[in-house]
């Protein structure tokens, strides 16, 4: 047996409950494969805090490292963490993966990280581990590292290869299997990896661009896929699961894939239920009705504009009709559906914003995390680099650049926005997440849920009516602030009343709903 290493994950102070981890899944699976003894410590999932996360850390006895999946959000929680272990006398190497580390490894290696591994780490993790366990810290080939060398500089080694067959990786471990399904989450699968699209403001394409000569998305066998299913079904009994691709259906996969997944699962007798993400303008009639028919109840979209104009800033594929044409598909066959939603960047105008309204007034089946929502500027996109070689940039936080709108009125119908959503965003979030995260709940359970959802929504569009109205009439500042907080003040008791009745549907379902305020919106 090989030595010691420990995974683990930091709280996450998210407006979302806690999911599987599977990337450290994955990491996991490789080192044990290769005799590591590995010890999973999911911190978001077991709702520790950081005092116990390094608890459980100092447990394990003489570890070759600590390995830390991190967002660039967790850099407080590293920074406590890692602290706590050194001042218990814990002298392994701590490594930090994932996107945070991947995009901000001079800020994470300042914190006291000792390695940072940018990109996908399964064989990056292999060799770092064999390198340090036998002492010759050699470290020069393993790919994808960075770390301090003399005088604080960065040393970066060359960019990971990523593994081109994922069928040659092993099945993710599942050490929080149990706590999972206790908490009625769906078990993650991941069939594939990556997007072929190139969305301005997403950090998917960035993230493959860490890596040498990725290809843009990869997949894994049908046999591979299922037989996966078929394990976690015959060995947990797990029959809901979420598929967490960024992309589920890319060329190749075609009708010819579809069907023959849908054939597999038929012939394996795997009687599942599946979310997935998937984009509008990969969506026909024939490839909803053959997934529906083994499972799929639910999906998210990143529709995120009903104008013309700002789909093509953005760089989406999809056009406005597309979108509606593929949404309109998913309510046919009852396929619940999470709309993503990107009202605001840096030139919206008064034009664009009342064609979302009458895009989003035509929708009575899809339900979204809220219509204030502007396009997140994340270190590494596109988008970022776009607005500071403009000079665009006004601020950063959380590993996103803020940035200013084209003028006034648009400025105060996006802070109007924010303040409503801001007034009855815990109801939001809550109402949202069976359907969303989703939840395991009967088919009655999901409509339960939708139906206040989709009450949600109709007051968020009646109030983006009026607030339209109110600055194209009048743009002042005060009179439309007013007006806000008397709109917000008015609607407080419906909210206490859909507030209550979440708890009794929460309480009817076993739903523990545990998660923070929503960060994005302070």
């Keep these: 047996m090989a030595g010691n290493i420990i995974l683990a994950t930091l709280p996450s102070h998210t407006h979302r409950t806690s999911e599987e981890n599977m990337g450290i899944g994955y990491l996991a699976a490789v080192l044990r494969k290769a005799d590591y003894s590995v010890a999973v410590i999911d911190g978001w999932l077991l709702g520790c805090n950081n005092e116990q996360i390094a608890r459980k850390i100092l447990e394990i006895q003489s570890p070759v490292f600590v390995g830390l999946s991190c967002y660039e959000c967790s850099l407080e929680d590293a920074s406590i963490t890692i602290a706590k272990l050194r001042a218990a006398g814990c002298n392994a190497p701590i490594v930090g993966g994932g996107y945070g580390p991947t995009f901000h490894e001079e800020e994470f290696l300042h914190i006291g990280f000792n390695f940072v591994i940018r990109g996908e780490a399964e064989e990056s993790i292999l060799q770092l581990a064999r390198?340090?366990?036998?002492?010759?810290?050699?470290?020069?080939?393993?790919?994808?590292?960075?770390?301090?060398?003399?005088?604080?500089?960065?040393?970066?080694?060359?960019?990971?290869?990523?593994?081109?067959?994922?069928?040659?990786?092993?099945?993710?471990?599942?050490?929080?299997?149990?706590?999972?399904?206790?908490?009625?989450?769906?078990?993650?699968?991941?069939?594939?990896?990556?997007?072929?699209?190139?969305?301005?403001?997403?950090?998917?394409?960035?993230?493959?661009?860490?890596?040498?000569?990725?290809?843009?998305?990869?997949?894994?066998?049908?046999?591979?896929?299922?037989?996966?299913?078929?394990?976690?079904?015959?060995?947990?009994?797990?029959?809901?699961?979420?598929?967490?691709?960024?992309?589920?259906?890319?060329?190749?996969?075609?009708?010819?894939?579809?069907?023959?997944?849908?054939?597999?699962?038929?012939?394996?007798?795997?009687?599942?239920?599946?979310?997935?993400?998937?984009?509008?303008?990969?969506?026909?009639?024939?490839?909803?009705?053959?997934?529906?028919?083994?499972?799929?109840?639910a999906t998210s979209i990143g529709i995120e504009n009903g104008s013309p104009t700002a789909l093509k800033r953005m760089n989406k594929t999809a056009s406005a009709e597309q979108n509606r044409q593929s949404l309109r598909l998913l309510e046919q066959y009852g396929v619940y559906v999470q709309m993503g939603m990107i009202l605001f960047d840096h030139e919206t105008s008064m034009t664009e914003l009342e064609e979302n309204l009458e895009f989003l007034s035509g929708l009575n089946w899809p339900v979204t995390k809220g219509i204030f929502t502007e396009m997140y500027a994340a270190v590494g996109t596109p988008f970022a680099k776009m607005l500071a070689r403009r000079g665009l940039v006004t601020d950063r936080k959380r590993g996103n650049y803020s940035y200013g709108h084209r003028d006034m009125p648009i400025s105060l119908v996006h802070g109007s926005l924010k303040d409503w959503h801001r007034s009855h965003s815990a109801v939001y979030d809550r109402a949202i997440n069976p359907i969303g995260a989703p939840k395991v709940l009967p088919k009655n359970g999901y409509g339960e849920y939708h139906k206040i959802c989709l009450r949600l929504y109709r007051m968020d569009l009646a109030f983006f009516r009026v607030l339209l109205d109110s600055v194209r009439s009048d743009p002042n500042f005060d009179r439309v602030r007013k007006l806000t907080e008397s709109r917000i003040l008015d609607s407080q008791g419906e909210y206490l009343r859909i507030s209550g009745q979440l708890e009794l549907l929460d309480k009817k379902y076993g739903l523990i709903y545990d998660a923070e305020s929503n960060p994005f919106l302070d």
């Design 131 to 297: 390198a340090l366990e036998n002492k010759k810290r050699d470290i020069s080939g393993v790919s994808g590292l960075s770390w301090f060398g003399q005088s604080d500089t960065i040393c970066r080694n060359n960019k990971i290869v990523p593994v081109a067959n994922l069928d040659s990786l092993p099945f993710p471990a599942r050490d929080t299997i149990a706590e999972t399904m206790a908490r009625k989450n769906p078990i993650h699968l991941v069939t594939s990896r990556g997007c072929q699209a190139a969305c301005l403001f997403c950090s998917v394409a960035s993230f493959i661009r860490e890596m040498h000569r990725a290809p843009s998305w990869r997949s894994r066998s049908i046999s591979n896929i299922v037989d996966e299913i078929a394990y976690l079904h015959e060995t947990f009994g797990v029959s809901c699961f979420k598929i967490v691709d960024d992309s589920f259906i890319e060329p190749p996969r075609d009708i010819w894939w579809i069907e023959n997944f849908a054939m597999e699962l038929k012939k394996r007798n795997l009687s599942i239920t599946f979310r997935t993400q998937i984009r509008s303008d990969r969506i026909t009639e024939e490839i909803v009705e053959i997934l529906a028919g083994v499972g799929w109840f």
